[in-house]
């Protein structure tokens, strides 16, 4: 079975710096499509950015930016230029690209993000 | 487009009690799944509806159900309610034909409090 991981579960950056938050994954599969999720306070869950395994290069939208390392199976959320706004509770996720009951996604645990002004 | 909604936002039952909540995806999906958010547990996939059938279930007790309708709305049903059973319930559309890589949508969930 699949699981994801997120080690930090508090982190804290100062307004205008970056920060990278950590995910890992295990798995067996080869085809599978990883999340990043932010939650703020208000409990709307909102895509931040998606990866596709079979892509070598990194997703990146606007200030947020991932590194995936496939072999090492980590999945990094860098957020540069820190805003106020960004404080939440980020999620990684895992999603299989098979069908049936491996479609699901699958969590880690959250990290919540302060941010420092 | 509209985004996706749930309803009631708020809500407080008691032990052994049945609940029902509600979900309107984005007009055009045909994928519903609902997912349970405890600061325990974490966030736990409960089931997937595509086109009015289940497609996908997680590892709940038979006390959870759900349904879809033509129109796309969901609907899940918890009964004999639990303290255990308090939670966010969050709902998700996404279109359903795309595979794995669908981005799902969230709605504002459903906080339910069992005393």
């Known amino acids: 079975a699949q699981t994801v991981t997120q080690s930090q579960p508090e982190m804290s950056v100062q307004e205008a710096e970056t920060v990278t938050l950590s995910c890992t994954y295990d798995t067996s599969e080869s085809d599978y499509?990883?999340?990043?999720?932010?939650?703020?306070?208000?409990?709307?869950?909102?895509?931040?950015?998606?990866?596709e395994a079979y892509k070598q290069q990194n997703a990146t939208e606007n200030r947020f930016s991932v590194n995936f390392q496939k072999a090492a199976k980590s999945f990094s959320l860098k957020i540069s230029d820190s805003?106020?706004?960004?404080?939440?509770?980020?999620?990684?996720?895992?999603?299989?690209?098979?069908?049936?009951?491996?479609?699901?996604l699958i969590w880690g645990l959250g990290t919540s993000l302060a941010v420092n002004p | 487009k509209a985004g996706v909604t749930q309803t009631p936002r708020y809500l407080i039952k008691t032990?052994?009690?049945?609940?029902t909540l509600s979900c309107s995806p984005i007009s055009g999906h045909r994928s519903?799944?609902?997912?349970?958010?405890?600061?325990g547990q974490g966030l736990q996939f409960l089931f997937e509806y595509f086109s009015e059938t289940q497609r996908n279930k997680g590892n709940f007790p038979g006390r959870f159900s759900?349904?879809?309708?033509?129109?796309?709305?969901?609907?899940?049903?918890?009964?004999?309610?639990?303290?255990?059973?308090?939670?966010?319930?969050?709902?998700?559309?996404?279109?359903?034909?795309?595979?794995g890589g669908e981005t799902q949508y969230f709605g504002p969930g459903t906080r339910l409090l069992v005393l």
């Open chain 1, 33 to 51: 499509y990883l999340f990043w999720y932010k939650q703020p306070p208000s409990r709307q869950m909102i895509l931040v950015i998606r990866q």
């Open chain 1, 83 to 104: 805003q106020l706004g960004d404080a939440a509770m980020y999620f990684c996720a895992y999603r299989s690209e098979y069908a049936g009951n491996n479609r699901k």
């Open chain 2, 15 to 19: 032990r052994g009690q049945q609940v």
């Open chain 2, 32 to 39: 519903v799944s609902w997912y349970q958010q405890t600061p």
């Open chain 2, 66 to 99: 759900g349904r879809q309708f033509s129109n796309s709305r969901s609907e899940m049903n918890v009964s004999t309610l639990e303290l255990g059973d308090s939670a966010l319930y969050l709902c998700a559309s996404s279109p359903g034909t795309s595979g």
